[in-house]
């Protein structure tokens, strides 16, 4: 791994546990009613793009922290989802 691919890799990691804090509030409370579906949506699309475009580049930091970040973020909207209709 080169300094680049080092670089790419950390800012892939800041990124991607961002989302962890919203998520793990989400689990303990079960409010989602301030979260915006539409925003996680479009943000997880946009995720899933970056995936695509790592493979289609071989770009192993961007297909890794994205993947990762894909996952999070899923889980993010399926909670959003989930427990808006408990509300």
Do not use: H
């Not at 890799?9 to 989302?19: M, N, P, R």
């Not at 804090?21 to 946009?46: A, D, E, H, N, R």
């Not at 890794?64 to 889980?75: A, G, H, K, Q, R």
């Amino acid at each position: 791994m080169n300094l680049t691919d080092i670089i790419g890799l950390f800012a892939g990691i800041c990124v991607t546990i961002s989302v962890v804090p919203q998520i793990l509030k989400v689990w303990k409370t079960k409010k989602v009613k301030q979260i915006s579906l539409l925003t996680f949506s479009v943000l997880t699309f946009g995720i899933a793009v970056w995936v695509v475009y790592g493979i289609l580049k071989n770009d192993m930091p961007i297909i890794i922290t994205n993947s990762v970040s894909l996952f999070l973020n899923l889980i993010m909207v399926y909670f959003i989802i989930y427990y808006e209709k408990e509300s």
